[in-house]
Structures are given as C-alpha cells and as structure tokens.
C-alpha cells in the first residue's frame, strides 16, 4: 500500500471513530434539542410580539377615542361660552336699552315738571300783577276799610280759582 491510501484509510477511520463516538454521546440529540429550544424561545418571542403588538393597537384605538371624546368635550366648551357670550351680550345690550329708555323717561318728566313749574310761577306773577292792579285800581274807588275787605276776599276768590 502506498502512503496516500493509507493515510485515507486512518483519515476514514477516524471520522467513523469519531461519528461513533459523536453517536455515542448523542450529539445528534443535543444538537436537535438545542434547536428545539431555541425554536421554541424564537416561537415564544413571536407570540410575546404579537400580543404586545396587539396590547399597543388597543391602547391606541383607546387614547383615539379619548382624543375625540376630548376634542367634542372642548368645542361643546367651547360652543357653550360662545352661547353664553352672546347671551351675555344681549342681556347687556337689553339693559343698556332699558337703562336709555328710563332716563330719558326721567328727562321728559323732569322737562314737564319744569314746564308746569314755570307756568305756575308765570299764572301767580300774573295772579299777583293782577291783584295788585285791582287794589290800586280799587284803592282809589273804594275807602280803606270797605277796600280792605273787598281785595281780601277778591285774593281768596282768585286763589281758589286758580289752585
């Protein structure tokens, strides 16, 4: 035999003393079951992600509809002070009005009283312009005495007349 074949022939020995050997200790099932595991973890990882994907998709839909229940709670807000607003304004501009009407309420019957107080003072001046026109007119017609008693019942008369 020559050198090459021989050394083939310990080199094929060999790796059949070692599959053998390999067989032996089962490293064909070491092998397996260390795959196994991992497939199982790499399994377990997959599921783990999924359900957090699926926890993350639920708190999503959650703070969605949170977010629109926030966004329809702050126009209702919203729209409730506008209308409280508006309200707001008219009952001012309401008042305001009112608050026109009666002074100027308050001006006419100021104006009147001050018309009626003016011709109440015009009426006595004259009253009293009058009576004494009379007395002197009188005066001089009548005596003392009997001129006394006529422009005291004279000024009686005109008073209840005018009163």
Known sequence: MDYTSLATLWATVALVIFLGVAIYIK???LI?????ARADRI???LDEARRL?????????????????AEQEAAAIVAAAKREADMLAADAHKKTEDY??????????????????AISEV???????????????L?????????????KASLVDVKSKLN
Request: net charge positive; proline share 1%; aromatic share 2%.
């Open 53 to 69: 994907r699926e926890e993350a998709q639920q708190l999503l839909g959650q703070y969605q509809r949170k977010r629109k229940e």
């Open 43 to 45: 399994s377990n990882e």
């Open 32 to 36: 397996a079951k260390a795959l196994d």
């Open 139 to 151: 005066a001089g017609k009548i005596d003392a005495k009997a001129g006394a008693e006529l422009f």
């Open 100 to 117: 026109v009407v009666r002074r100027t309420a308050l001006a006419e019957q100021k104006i009147g009283q001050a018309e009626r107080d």
């Open 27 to 29: 490293v064909p099932g």
């Open 123 to 137: 009426r006595a001046s004259a009253v009293d312009i009058a009576v004494e026109a009379a007395r002197t007119l």
